[in-house]
């Protein structure tokens, strides 16, 4: 089992940047690829990015060149840098760890985009 820590959430103007943390510790070593989701109401949470123990990463669609998933090996956490915030970003951000036999989440951060 992971436990996943997400921090840096917060509201910000449209066109602001915000990045988000994820901490993972416990079962880090079987961790095969740590991921983004957000929820926002009265939708399905859906995949924002992800990145692969190899490195290789995915992003939805609505994100590409403005968010930007990344990871640092030594402090067992994944970032996911946001720039150019729109409101439609607004969401609650989950943390994901994709282990062989399960799937872990984070608590959740909330992002709100508005003036």
């Known amino acids: 089992q992971v436990q996943l820590v997400e921090s840096g959430g917060g509201l910000v103007q449209p066109g602001g940047s915000l990045r988000l943390s994820c901490a993972a510790s416990?079962?880090?070593?079987?961790?095969?690829?740590m991921g983004w989701h957000r929820q926002a109401p009265g939708k399905q949470r859906e995949l924002v990015a992800s990145?692969?123990?190899?490195?290789?990463?995915n992003y939805a669609d609505s994100v590409k060149g403005r968010f930007t998933i990344s990871r640092d090996d030594a402090k067992n956490t994944v970032y996911l840098q946001m720039n150019n915030l729109k409101p439609e970003d607004t969401a609650v951000y989950y943390c994901?760890?994709?282990?062989?036999?399960?799937?872990?989440w984070g608590q959740g951060t909330q992002v709100t985009v508005s003036s």
């Open positions: 416990g079962s880090i070593f079987s961790i095969y690829a």
């Open positions: 990145v692969i123990r190899g490195g290789d990463t």
């Open positions: 994901s760890a994709a282990l062989p036999s399960r799937f872990d």
